[in-house]
Each structure stands twice: as structure tokens, then as C-alpha cells.
């Protein structure tokens, strides 16, 4: 929880600003520390803590430096991975299609998944989507990705500020709440929606979302935050180049039930956690900078014109020995 405190202090600014270096610290601590437990690794693929995101502005921020952090590991770091997308004109997000498009070839090699496009979508504090066709080879001509939206940060915030807690466990609160269609109607008018793809979203692009919600009891409020979750990847899915079979989720919004099941309601599709298809849902993030890790380090691309709107494809990443 203190952890937490400090690297929630230091949301939405930039370097130099209060609280920033604390944050820094604490996640290259962090990093450092769990990095022991992989002696074996000969790269780490470090992201860092993103605290602030302005594609349009031609900036974005993740805290946390990765020479330090090789320096502390002894191993080299492949980090920063999004200022280079950005630079160029990209959104600099999401990062992680290429290796959606790994894992749904692999998950269709194993015979888990079905030859024909699907949607990974991921559920941290915003939305990101990645459709991705695995009869193709080159993930970048077989992917369309983009942020759908806020997913769990606008709970999140609401539970912290109502409950003191850090989430509402297993959506238990929402499902005991009605949602408020006039609101998330209104949400949905941003103009966000009517963007095309690829595009991305700082955390707290829908600030409005809170005021809207502030009169709600609590139940209320929560169901109304996860069903605008879930009318905002339907909204996404309207711009895919073909409906998806099923929606794979990851990230701890797929352990809120009611947002689950909101995302059925409002899609038609059939939504499953990623585990269906054989994948550790907790981990993909993390196996997915290691992926990228490698990719930098082999000059290969880790975004494009269909997965962050860049004008070509980008290997983004600095590197930093030991």
C-alpha cells in the first residue's frame, strides 16, 4: 500500500516535477529486487511506470531509469520504449500487438484457438485492443490495435476514494448496482469514439467520468464506471476490419466479474479469459517486454502504422549495459 501511495502521488506529471524521482526510485528498486529472482535471464525488458502520456504533444513518460537498473541487476536493460514511436508521429501505445500476434499463432499451433481473427484485450487502468489475424506471418500487416477506453483506474479511483480500498474484488460492488444509461450514453459521446484507429489515451483522458458518478451511491456508481468500461470496447469494435470469433482478456479487469459480463452484453461476442487459450493472464505484460526486449536487440520492428498510427515501422527501445 505505501508503494502504492508514492507511485499514485506522482500521477500525470512529468520529469522534474514533485514526487517523480520517488517514483522513479521505487520502481527501479522494485525491478532490481525481483530481478535477482532470474538469474538466468541474460536481458531484462523494463518498462517502467508510466505516469504521464501526450502523443499529440510529442512527449509521453515512464518513469524509472534503465541504466540504473542494469547497473543494480548486472545485466543489460532494454527500456524506453515509447519515446521513439512518439517522436515519429506515433501514439507510442499500445506496444504489445506484436506479441498478441505471437501468442494467437502459438495458441492456434496448440490447437487452442481457431484459425481466424481474434481480439486481445487487455483491462489495466485503460482499455487497449489488439485484433489480429494468425493465418498471417508479419504481425504488423495482421494487426489493428488501439486503447478502447478507461477500464479499471476510474473504479479504481472510486473505490480508493469512497472504501479506501484498492479495488472492487471481483466486481462484487458493481454487480450490486444498476448502471445509468444516461451517463454512459453522454461518456460515449466523447470525441474520442468517433476517432479512427490506431489511437491511444492517457489514464486520465475521461476525468469527467468522476463528477458524473459523484451523486451515486456506491454500487450505483461502480456498475455505471464498469459498464462504460465495457460500452467502450463495443464501441471499438466497430472499427475492426473484421468481427472478431472471440475476446481474449487479460489484465486484472478480467477478475471483475461484472465487467466480464458487461463486456458480453454489450458486444455479442464471446469474451473468455486469456487462460482459455492456454495463457497466464497475470503475465503477459511482462513476458510481452521480454519479447520486445529481443526484438530490439535483433533490430526487429515493435510498432507500426496499424498498431500505433506511426508513419513506418519503429524499433523503439534505448539499451543499456551492465
Not at 469512497?162 to 445509468?180: T, V
Not at 459523484?214 to 463495443?234: E, P, R, S
Not at 515493435?302 to 549495459?321: E, H, K, L, Q
Amino acid at each position: 500500500a505505501a508503494e502504492a501511495d508514492v507511485l499514485h502521488a506522482a500521477l500525470g506529471r512529468w520529469p522534474g516535477e514533485p514526487g517523480v524521482a520517488a517514483a522513479a526510485a521505487l520502481s527501479v528498486a522494485a525491478h532490481a529486487a525481483l530481478a535477482a529472482d532470474f538469474p538466468e535471464a541474460a536481458v531484462i525488458g523494463y518498462h517502467g511506470q508510466t505516469l504521464a502520456h501526450d502523443p499529440a504533444g510529442g512527449r509521453t513518460h515512464q518513469a524509472g531509469q534503465g541504466w540504473r537498473l542494469a547497473r543494480a541487476a548486472g545485466r543489460p536493460v532494454v527500456w524506453d520504449f515509447r519515446t521513439e514511436d512518439v517522436w515519429q508521429g506515433g501514439e507510442g501505445a499500445p506496444l504489445v500487438p506484436v506479441f498478441h500476434h505471437a501468442l494467437a499463432r502459438w495458441a492456434v499451433g496448440q490447437g487452442r484457438l481457431a484459425a481466424a481473427p481474434v481480439v486481445f484485450l487487455n483491462l489495466g487502468g485503460v482499455g487497449n485492443l489488439t485484433w489480429c489475424d494468425p493465418r498471417a506471418a508479419d504481425p504488423l500487416g495482421a494487426c489493428l490495435a488501439f486503447d478502447t477506453g478507461p477500464a479499471n483506474a476510474p473504479l479504481n479511483d472510486l473505490m480508493r476514494a469512497r472504501r479506501g480500498a484498492a479495488r472492487d474484488e471481483g466486481g462484487a460492488l458493481a454487480a450490486a448496482g444498476a448502471p445509468r444509461e444516461a451517463v454512459i450514453a453522454d461518456f460515449l459521446r466523447h470525441p474520442y469514439f468517433a476517432r479512427p484507429a490506431p489511437k491511444s489515451l492517457d489514464r486520465d483522458a475521461f476525468a469527467g467520468l468522476g463528477p458524473a458518478v459523484a451523486q451515486m451511491d456506491d454500487a450505483d456508481a461502480a456498475a455505471t464506471l464498469v459498464h462504460a468500461a465495457a460500452a467502450a470496447v463495443a464501441a471499438g469494435l466497430a472499427l475492426l476490419p473484421a468481427r472478431p470469433a472471440s475476446i481474449l482478456v487479460c489484465g486484472g479487469g478480467r477478475r471483475n466479474a461484472a465487467l466480464m459480463a458487461a463486456l458480453g452484453a454489450r458486444t455479442g461476442v464471446a469474451v473468455q479469459p486469456v487462460e482459455a487459450a492456454g495463457l497466464d493472464g497475470d503475465m503477459i505484460e511482462a513476458q510481452a517486454f521480454a519479447f520486445l526486449a529481443v526484438r530490439v536487440l535483433r533490430g526487429l520492428p515493435t510498432s507500426g502504422p496499424s498498431t500505433t498510427g506511426v508513419p513506418g515501422p519503429v524499433c523503439g527501445g534505448r539499451i543499456s549495459a551492465a
